[in-house]
């Protein structure tokens, strides 16, 4: 038998055996003259790149965050209005208090706060404000209060209860007004007639507030003066003229006699938004001069009385 490539001639190609290359090669452009091979690799879907699902790579990436020690919030998730802590008294004057309370540890800050006296509520702070200021209140008074925080409408729980006290004023401050029983005791000898015994006072501030000078509008049984007390200090001091009677009582004549006043609060409490005496103590002076008629005399004398008052 004759050899082809001896004799110098070339087989067909398709008799050629030849195995398969990696796509683009050499070999590879001489298999598409294969018919088989050329529909099987027209049947065969074409190869893509593989890709994560969102949902998978969203649950890897929470995953990864949550074993790193992060917080992930859900945004859907509203974090709840902190209860006020911290509460704490402040600086307080006669007629006003103040107290503060700690911003919250985590979180975003509340709307407001409201400041509740016994269940009401009394005012209310920006939830940026951490203290309270109330003012026109009763010296020497002690108040309470507690904080809720509020936002979006939802409010959280009351604080802890705080207890503020107003500063008790010197008595020295206390102001003296209003109608008074006044007993008198003498000191020493007194002229026939004169005893111990109780008077009326009305005692009208010169000013609308504080303690200031008064004018007192006295009686005495039948008598009734009137006097300016001009404060000092504690101390308030004046003088009265008034007219007892001499002799007997179907023929008794007049009696001048000079009354002078010294006075001092010695207790005072808190009302409303004032400060007042609730007593006072001191001592009175009468000076009589000497009168008579054709058919007697009454001598010049000096009683000297301490004096204790209290409200009427």
């Known amino acids: 038998m004759t050899d082809p490539e001896a004799a110098g001639q070339s087989l067909p190609i398709a008799a050629v055996p030849v195995a398969p290359g990696p796509p683009g090669s050499a070999h590879d452009t001489v298999t598409d003259h294969d018919p088989a091979i ?11 790149r593989r890709r994560w699902p969102l949902v998978t790579l969203v649950a890897v990436i929470v995953v990864a965050a949550l074993a790193g020690g992060l917080v992930v919030w859900a945004p859907w998730t509203q974090p709840p209005v902190l209860r006020p ?68 409408g939802k409010r959280s729980p009351q604080s802890a209860l705080v207890t503020v006290r107003t500063l008790t004023p010197p008595v020295s401050q206390a102001r003296l007004q209003g109608s008074w029983s006044v007993y008198a005791r003498t000191i020493g000898p007194a002229p026939p007639g004169h005893r111990n015994g109780y008077m009326t006072w009305d005692l009208s501030p ?8 008064v004018t007192l509008h006295g009686k005495d049984g039948p008598f009734s003066f009137r006097a300016k007390l001009t404060r000092s200090g504690a101390v308030y001091t004046g003088r009265a003229v008034t007219n007892f009677r001499c ?66």
């Open 247 to 312: 002799g007997p009582a179907h023929n008794s004549i007049p009696n001048p006699a000079t009354l002078k006043i010294r006075i001092h609060p010695t207790k005072a409490t808190g009302e409303n938004v004032a400060w007042v005496a609730r007593s006072f103590a001191g001592h009175i002076v009468l000076v009589f001069q000497y009168v008579s008629n054709s058919a007697f005399y009454c001598p010049a004398a000096t009683v000297n009385a301490a004096v204790t008052g209290t409200p009427a």
């Open 85 to 152: 802590a911290g509460l704490a008294a402040g600086p307080a004057t006669a007629n006003s208090i103040s107290f503060r309370w700690s911003r919250p540890l985590s979180g975003p800050l509340p709307d407001k706060y409201l400041i509740l006296n016994d269940g009401t509520v009394a005012g209310s702070v920006p939830g940026t404000a951490t203290s309270y200021r109330q003012a026109g209140l009763t010296p020497a008074t002690r108040y309470q209060y507690r904080v809720a925080a509020v936002r979006g």
């Open 206 to 213: 010169a000013c609308a507030a504080g303690a200031c000078d």
């Open 38 to 48: 050329a529909q099987a690799a027209a049947a065969a879907p074409p190869r893509r």
